[in-house]
C-alpha cells in the first residue's frame, strides 16, 4: 500500500541554508552600519529613519512561522505516522508539478496562521488567486488547518472584516472545493462563514501545541511557584512597514514602562529574537538603561525553553505570544494586528491584549503587576484552554485523514 502523502503547505516550512562567508560580511557590515546610524539619532529621542529594510537579508527567517509547520507535522504524525509530509513554502505552490499517482494519494493542506493576508483595502494577498489556480489543475483535497486572517495596520482590533467583492468571489469558490475549513481564531471565523456552507472550525494556531506536540515540558514547572526578581522577557516586532512605524512611535514608552518595572520588582529581562534583524533592538533598550541578561536567538526549541523558564513575557510578535502561551507563561500582547486580538480572545485572556496603535504605558504597567503578583490562576487557565483546544484540533485532523 502506498504510503499517504501531505503536501504541508506553510509560510515557512524550513530553515535556509547559512549565508556563505562574503555574504555574511557584507549583512553584518551593513546592519552595523545602519545601527550606528540610527543609535547616534536615538540618543537624542529620533527614530524616525529606523527601517527594517535597511537590516533585512537573506537569512532573515519568522521562526514563528517555522514553529507552525514544525507543530502542524508533529500533529499530523500523531495520526498518520506512516504520512510522508513534504513541506513548502507559500509561493512555491505555483511550479509545483503532481504526477497522476501523486493526485490519487496526495493531501493539500494550506496551514495557519496568516494565510489570507487583507489589505485595508479589501484586496487578498495575490499568491492566493495562484494557488487557487493551481488547484484548478490539481484537484486533490485540500484542507485548510487552522487558517487565519491578517490585516496589519487596523487601528480598531475588533472590527468586521470587509472584502472587495472580486476576493469575496474566489474566496467563497475555494471555500466550497475545499474538503474541510479550520480557522485559528473567531475573527476569522466571522470573516469566512459568510462565504461558505462548510462549517468553519474554531481550532486555533498550530503552533499553540508546539512544546506539547514536540515532547517539550516546561521548566518553570519543575521551579518554585514564586520566584524573586521574576524573569520577564521581551519582544517586540520590527519586521514589516506597520510594525516598524508603530515601533518608531513607541520605543521610548516601551523604555520608561520597562525601567519602572525593573527599578520596582528587580526583574531581569530576557529578549527573545523572533527575526533576526531583531538583534539591534536590546542593544537600543541598552541605551536608555534598560539591562537585557539574556538574548535567546537560535532554534524553536530553543526559544520555548526560554519561554518555559520566565514568569511573565510582553510580546510584540504574535507568535512570541503563542510560544509562550505554548510553553505556559503568562503573556501581555502588544498588538499590531487583528490577529493577536483574536488569539487572546480565543484563550480567554483579552484583557492582556494591548494595542501598539494606541498603546498606554500605565496600562502595561497594570497588567504586568497584576500577572507578576498572582500568576497560578492564569497559568491553570492556560493549561486547560489550550487541552481544549488541542482536543478540538486532533478531532479535525482525524477527521480529514479517516477520508
Not at 17 to 28: A, E, G, I, K, S
Not at 37 to 42: C, I
Not at 71 to 77: E, G, P, Y
Request: aromatic fraction near 8%; charge should be neutral.
Amino acid at each position: 500500500m502506498t504510503s499517504p502523502k501531505v503536501l504541508l503547505y506553510s509560510a515557512e516550512s524550513r530553515l535556509r541554508p547559512p549565508l556563505v562567508l562574503m555574504d555574511r560580511l557584507r549583512t553584518t557590515l551593513r546592519r552595523r552600519l545602519h545601527f550606528y546610524t540610527d543609535a547616534a539619532h536615538f540618543r537624542h529621542g529620533d527614530l524616525s529613519r529606523l527601517d527594517y529594510r535597511n537590516y533585512e537579508g537573506r537569512d532573515t527567517i519568522n521562526m514563528g512561522d517555522v514553529a507552525i509547520y514544525q507543530s502542524a507535522a508533529a500533529l499530523i504524525k500523531r495520526l498518520l505516522p506512516a504520512a510522508h509530509i513534504q513541506p513548502m513554502n507559500w509561493g512555491e505552490l505555483k511550479s509545483h508539478s503532481l504526477t497522476k499517482t501523486d493526485q490519487e494519494n496526495t493531501t493539500l493542506v494550506f496551514n495557519g496562521s496568516g494565510y489570507f493576508h487583507v489589505e485595508l483595502n479589501g484586496r487578498l494577498a495575490s499568491r492566493i488567486k495562484e494557488d487557487f489556480d493551481w488547484w484548478l489543475r490539481h484537484p486533490v483535497p485540500a484542507v485548510f488547518f487552522g487558517v487565519g486572517l491578517n490585516r496589519p495596520g487596523s487601528t480598531d482590533l475588533n472590527a468586521p472584516v470587509a472584502l472587495h467583492p472580486d476576493d469575496a468571489a474566489l474566496v467563497s469558490q475555494w471555500l466550497a472545493l475545499a474538503q474541510a475549513v479550520s480557522v485559528r481564531d473567531a475573527s476569522t471565523q466571522a470573516a469566512l462563514a459568510p462565504w461558505t456552507t462548510k462549517p468553519v472550525h474554531l481550532i486555533g494556531d498550530p503552533a499553540l501545541h508546539f512544546c506539547h506536540a514536540l515532547g517539550i515540558t516546561s521548566s518553570r514547572e519543575k521551579a518554585a511557584s514564586a520566584r524573586k526578581p521574576p524573569i520577564i522577557g521581551i519582544n517586540f516586532s520590527f519586521h514589516g512597514k506597520i510594525s516598524t512605524l508603530l515601533l518608531r512611535n513607541n520605543l521610548e514608552a516601551y523604555c520608561a514602562v520597562l525601567l519602572k518595572l525593573q527599578k520596582d520588582t528587580g526583574a531581569d529581562y530576557h529578549y527573545f529574537v523572533h527575526y533576526e534583524i531583531e538583534k539591534i533592538l536590546p542593544k537600543f533598550l541598552a541605551q536608555r538603561g534598560v539591562k537585557i541578561k539574556k538574548v535567546g536567538a537560535g532554534d524553536t526549541a530553543s526559544l520555548v525553553n526560554g519561554y518555559g523558564e520566565i514568569d511573565l513575557h510582553i510580546g510584540g510578535m504574535l507568535h512570541s505570544c503563542i510560544l509562550a502561551t505554548s510553553a505556559g507563561t503568562p503573556c501581555i500582547g502588544l498588538a499590531y494586528d487583528i490577529k493577536h486580538q483574536g488569539f487572546f480572545d480565543l484563550m480567554g485572556l483579552s484583557e492582556n491584549c494591548l494595542s501598539a496603535a494606541s498603546f498606554d504605558p500605565e496600562a502595561l504597567y497594570a497588567r504586568a503587576m497584576d500577572l507578576l503578583a498572582n500568576p497560578q490562576p492564569v497559568r491553570a487557565h492556560i493549561t486547560a484552554q489550550r487541552q481544549m483546544l488541542e482536543t478540538e484540533t486532533l478531532h479535525f485532523l482525524q477527521e480529514q485523514f479517516a477520508l
